[in-house]
């Protein structure tokens, strides 16, 4: 079986913790925020490459792109320094049919406000634990996920969540303090999936859970492309009868 391609682009979160003094981020993630992430998926099913802020002109080009089936965008601090040109190159890949994955703080990354088209904002409060309930079990994301799961410390993302009517919402997110969150919510855009999945804050070994790693691999087989356009032309065509 053809192996999948995964690309994940997240930013330094221990340079960005060291900056700041902080030492939670460090003792979650000791190697970084990719080798956590790309734990999730095993090495039989999946091909994963690295990009990051730092050399996003060299990891994410047209030719990486088009070679990728599905962009995982951990993104927090430096959602301003994407390029512009380069979230219009993603959008653009999505609609020929690369899967996109955005997870937790890009809820407000330049691609993915680019491919819902609302202003992606929420309401947040530092750490809480969370329930996650699985809403659409009949959903490919949710395969082998428990009817819910608790995680035991995480950011508060609280609704209202301005995007637009999902297609699905596959997680609904309960926090201790009362608040609500649609927590993974898909889109289809052209030929492409695009899925948001909240939790993931760098301060909590988030995506060292099982049950987080496997939502994480459900959703690059599901939104792993079909069907991919070569471009995105509008050609003449020929009578059919
Ligand atoms: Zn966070």
């Given at each position: 079986?053809?192996?999948?391609?995964?690309?994940?682009?997240?930013?330094d979160v221990l340079k960005d913790a060291a900056l700041r003094g902080n030492e939670l981020t460090p003792k979650a993630y000791p190697n970084g925020l990719h080798a956590g992430i790309a734990g999730a998926f095993d090495s039989e099913k999946?091909?994963?490459?690295?990009?990051?802020?730092?050399?996003?002109?060299?990891?994410?080009?047209?030719?990486?792109?088009?070679?990728?089936?599905?962009l995982f965008w951990w993104g927090h601090c430096h959602h301003h320094e994407v390029p512009?040109?380069?979230?219009?190159?993603?959008?653009r890949e999505v609609n020929k049919g690369m899967g996109f994955v955005a997870l937790h703080s890009a809820h407000i990354a330049k691609?993915?406000?680019?491919?819902?088209g609302t202003s992606g904002s929420l309401s947040w409060r530092l750490n809480d634990s969370e329930i996650v309930w699985t809403a659409a079990p009949y959903h490919p994301i949710a395969a082998g996920i428990p009817t819910h799961f608790k995680l035991p410390n995480e950011e508060i993302y609280s609704e209202p969540f301005d995007i637009p009517a999902p297609e699905d919402t596959v997680f609904i997110g309960w926090f201790s303090q009362g608040m609500v969150f649609r927590s993974g919510v898909?889109?289809?855009?052209?030929?492409?999936?695009?899925?948001?999945?909240?939790?993931?804050?760098?301060?909590?070994?988030?995506?060292?859970?099982e049950t987080i790693r496997q939502i994480l691999s459900n959703a690059a087989g599901w939104a792993a492309p079909q069907a991919r356009r070569?471009?995105?032309?509008?050609?003449?065509?020929?009578?059919?009868?």
């Open positions: 079986m053809k192996k999948i391609n995964i690309l994940i682009y997240t930013e999946y091909n994963v490459r690295a990009a990051g802020i730092d050399n996003i002109r060299e990891t994410i080009t047209p030719e990486i792109l088009a070679d990728t089936d599905v512009d040109d380069i979230a219009e190159l993603v959008v691609p993915f406000l680019r491919l819902i898909t889109y289809r855009r052209g030929y492409g999936k695009v899925f948001y999945f909240q939790p993931g804050h760098e301060e909590y070994p988030i995506y060292y859970d070569d471009n995105l032309n509008c050609p003449n065509v020929e009578p059919v009868v």
